[in-house]
């Protein structure tokens, strides 16, 4: 621990009131899910299925925490240095550019590897309960573990060295985390069982995902029980994959630290509207949406603070908008007909099921790296004193904020309803659920602005911000999900209809009769929870607001 960039990053967040919280947080929570099962009349069951009930709800929830908190400290590491103008300073120090990234890894690797020592009470009182076995399940399940924690930081430092700010660092890391973890399952999701060349590279694709393995590591994967033999292929290419990718994602990172990076040429560019007529027209007949075109003036009917968020705002510029907008309209239609083709019968419910994952997967990913930083990326770069010094009111500011946010993602959610279009054109009846599905989605989409919004108004640094943001957000959609994998087993129906009622995202898939949810009631009550959520968050922005705009 001699070397100053280590001892830096480590101590340096260990001081910070977050770690400290993050630290207690992770092992309350183990420890709760752990004695919440422990039996009440001090026996232990012979059988093991209780022990084996919570060391699966264990180790799912203790691989959603690291998926959701991990990438968060070392995208902002590079990025943040270099905003300040520190990492001029260790890049002309006598350390190498591979010391200077030795000294951030390890760093930060030790800070998470803290967050899941706090795991290791919860994981030895599960198996104090009997029915698990040390050596083939807890120790493969915190080698797993170890790997991911090490793939997601190099992948973080990569992401971090190349990103010109710290929110877009944390946007592109969350997005590439959830691609690894999630996307990379959905080929051999609806390819398995068909023979040839394209069902047996997604069945090598989806063991970069951690998921396949710990489901067989918990016992829940196609082997039924897990077993050397067995979870050989799977845990081999999930090691592989994940040593090669951390490599991979070291060098690129060893490769942007060096003095390049401080002095990196940028095209000048022309404007269009220097050109000649001849180009210009060219281009107006090219392109739909001009990126190199001069802005027109704003009109006097519109918010400036709002065409200010639009055209400052990567995803707030028309041609990228319009990118996205396709890009989403394309997916659901793909995933619809992937489903409608596929060898499996899955059902309309099933389907419609995996729409609603999909949408509120885009609405999680998007909202907190566009609305966590309104107000705390303003107070960070001293923005916010000079909109305030406009003839615009508060009013007018918060109001141009977050219309910029809230119309983006009705474009995205708008954007995703071609899939449910085909659904409807093939099943009729399905028109009275999907108009029920979009209220929920609708409810989802203000919350989380609310949400954002709120917590960007209480911090002070975006990077912090949009980290609670993404963990909130995920908490209340995904987290608690952990609990309906845990019915009729480790919970009871009514304590999950009860947690359930604040996810829309369940209600959504309620509604729609996903299979595993026809059997709860989540509706109307998720509608009055959304609503009183979002009132609450309305408050604390409204306040925390009127505060900073109040003379010193």
Same mark, same amino acid.
């Not at 300073?89 to 200077?100: A, D, M």
């Not at 020592?117 to 076995?133: E, F, K, N, T």
């Not at 809230?406 to 009275?432: D, Q, S």
């Given at each position: 621990?001699?070397?100053?960039?280590?001892?830096? %990053?480590?101590?340096?967040?260990?001081?910070?009131?977050?770690?400290?919280?993050?630290?207690?947080?992770?092992?309350?929570?183990?420890?709760?899910?752990?004695?919440?099962?422990?039996?009440?009349?001090?026996?232990?069951?012979?059988?093991?299925?209780?022990?084996?009930?919570?060391?699966?709800?264990?180790?799912?929830?203790?691989?959603?925490?690291?998926?959701?908190?991990?990438?968060?400290?070392?995208?902002?590491?590079?990025?943040?240095?270099?905003?300040?103008?520190?990492?001029?300073? =260790?890049?002309?120090?006598?350390?190498?550019?591979?010391?200077?990234?030795?000294?951030?890894?390890?760093?930060?690797?030790?800070?998470?590897?803290?967050?899941?020592?706090?795991?290791?009470?919860?994981?030895?009182?599960?198996? @104090?309960?009997?029915?698990?076995?040390?050596?083939?399940?807890?120790?493969?399940?915190?080698?797993?573990?170890?790997?991911?924690?090490?793939?997601?930081?190099?992948?973080?430092?990569?992401?971090?060295?190349?990103?010109?700010?710290?929110?877009?660092?944390?946007?592109?890391?969350?997005?590439?985390?959830?691609?690894?973890?999630?996307?990379?399952?959905?080929?051999?999701?609806?390819?398995?069982?068909?023979?040839?060349?394209?069902?047996? *590279?997604?069945?090598?694709?989806? +063991?970069?995902?951690?998921?396949?393995?710990?489901?067989?590591?918990?016992?829940?994967?196609?082997?039924?029980?897990?077993?050397?033999? @067995?979870?050989?292929?799977?845990?081999?290419?999930?090691? *592989? $994959?994940?040593?090669?990718?951390?490599?991979?994602?070291?060098?690129?990172? !060893?490769?942007?630290?060096?003095?390049?990076?401080?002095?990196?040429?940028?095209?000048?560019?022309?404007?269009?509207?220097?050109?000649?007529? &001849?180009?210009?027209?060219?281009?107006?007949?090219?392109?739909?949406?001009?990126?190199?075109?001069?802005?027109?003036? !704003?009109?006097?009917?519109?918010?400036?603070?709002?065409?200010?968020?639009?055209?400052?705002?990567?995803?707030?510029?028309?041609?990228?908008?319009?990118?996205?907008?396709?890009?989403?309209?394309?997916?659901?239609?793909?995933?619809?007909?992937?489903?409608?083709?596929?060898?499996?019968?899955?059902?309309? &419910?099933?389907?419609?099921?995996?729409?609603?994952? $999909?949408?509120?997967? =885009?609405?999680?990913?998007?909202?907190?790296?566009?609305?966590? #930083?309104?107000?705390?990326?303003?107070? %960070?770069? &001293?923005?916010? #004193?000079?909109?305030?010094?406009?003839?615009?009111?508060?009013?007018?500011?918060?109001?141009?904020?977050?219309?910029?946010?809230?119309?983006?993602?009705?474009?995205?959610?708008?954007?995703?309803?071609?899939?449910?279009?085909?659904?409807?054109?093939?099943?009729?009846?399905?028109?009275?659920?999907?108009?029920?599905?979009?209220?929920?989605?609708?409810?989802?989409?203000?919350?989380?602005?609310?949400?954002?919004?709120?917590?960007?108004?209480? +911090?002070?640094?975006?990077?912090?911000?949009?980290?609670?943001?993404?963990?909130?957000? &995920?908490?209340?959609?995904?987290?608690?999900?952990?609990?309906?994998?845990?019915?009729?087993?480790?919970?009871?129906?009514?304590? !999950?209809?009860?947690?359930?009622?604040?996810?829309?995202?369940?209600?959504?898939?309620?509604?729609?009769?996903?299979?595993?949810?026809?059997?709860? #009631?989540?509706?109307?009550?998720?509608?009055?929870?959304?609503?009183?959520? +979002?009132?609450? +968050?309305?408050?604390?922005?409204?306040?925390?607001?009127?505060?900073?705009?109040?003379?010193?």
């Amino acid at each position: 621990m001699a070397h100053p960039i280590i001892q830096r %990053e480590l101590i340096g967040t260990m001081r910070t009131k977050r770690a400290f919280v993050l630290l207690l947080g992770a092992a309350v929570v183990f420890v709760l899910l752990v004695i919440g099962r422990w039996p009440g009349d001090a026996t232990v069951e012979l059988s093991g299925v209780q022990a084996q009930e919570v060391f699966r709800l264990f180790a799912y929830g203790l691989l959603a925490v690291l998926l959701l908190l991990v990438p968060a400290f070392p995208a902002t590491s590079i990025v943040r240095e270099k905003r300040q103008g520190t990492l001029t300073l =260790l890049l002309c120090s006598p350390l190498s550019p591979w010391s200077v990234f030795w000294g951030k890894a390890t760093g930060m690797l030790c800070f998470v590897m803290l967050i899941l020592a706090m795991s290791v009470p919860a994981a030895l009182a599960a198996y @104090a309960m009997g029915g698990i076995s040390i050596r083939s399940q807890l120790l493969p399940l915190y080698v797993i573990l170890l790997l991911v924690l090490l793939q997601y930081t190099t992948l973080a430092l990569m992401v971090s060295s190349m990103a010109n700010s710290t929110d877009a660092a944390l946007r592109i890391t969350y997005a590439l985390v959830l691609g690894l973890a999630v996307v990379a399952l959905g080929p051999h999701f609806f390819l398995q069982g068909k023979p040839g060349l394209l069902p047996r *590279l997604a069945e090598s694709l989806r +063991c970069v995902s951690p998921v396949p393995t710990m489901m067989e590591v918990a016992g829940h994967g196609d082997v039924g029980s897990f077993s050397a033999a @067995a979870s050989f292929p799977t845990m081999t290419r999930f090691l *592989l $994959f994940t040593a090669g990718s951390s490599v991979v994602f070291a060098g690129l990172t !060893i490769m942007q630290l060096s003095t390049y990076l401080l002095d990196r040429p940028r095209p000048q560019g022309i404007v269009t509207n220097d050109r000649s007529l &001849g180009a210009r027209t060219l281009r107006r007949m090219v392109f739909l949406v001009d990126p190199h075109r001069r802005k027109t003036n !704003i009109r006097w009917y519109m918010n400036p603070v709002m065409v200010k968020e639009f055209r400052t705002r990567r995803f707030g510029r028309t041609h990228w908008l319009l990118r996205l907008v396709s890009l989403a309209a394309l997916a659901s239609v793909l995933l619809t007909y992937a489903a409608t083709t596929g060898t499996i019968e899955w059902g309309v &419910g099933m389907i419609a099921g995996m729409m609603v994952v $999909f949408q509120v997967a =885009l609405i999680t990913v998007i909202t907190p790296s566009l609305a966590a #930083n309104l107000i705390s990326a303003e107070r %960070e770069s &001293g923005g916010w #004193n000079l909109l305030l010094m406009t003839p615009l009111s508060a009013a007018s500011i918060l109001y141009g904020k977050l219309a910029s946010v809230l119309l983006t993602l009705v474009l995205v959610l708008f954007a995703t309803l071609p899939g449910y279009l085909v659904m409807i054109w093939i099943y009729p009846p399905l028109r009275w659920q999907v108009s029920q599905v979009l209220i929920c989605l609708g409810w989802m989409i203000l919350f989380a602005t609310l949400l954002s919004a709120a917590v960007s108004s209480l +911090c002070r640094r975006a990077a912090t911000a949009t980290t609670i943001a993404y963990g909130l957000l &995920g908490t209340v959609c995904f987290g608690t999900m952990l609990f309906w994998f845990g019915r009729g087993t480790t919970f009871g129906h009514a304590t !999950i209809e009860s947690i359930l009622k604040i996810n829309p995202m369940a209600a959504a898939l309620t509604i729609i009769e996903t299979p595993g949810f026809t059997t709860f #009631n989540l509706v109307p009550a998720n509608w009055w929870w959304m609503g009183g959520l +979002c009132l609450v +968050c309305a408050v604390v922005l409204l306040v925390q607001t009127w505060r900073l705009t109040r003379p010193l």
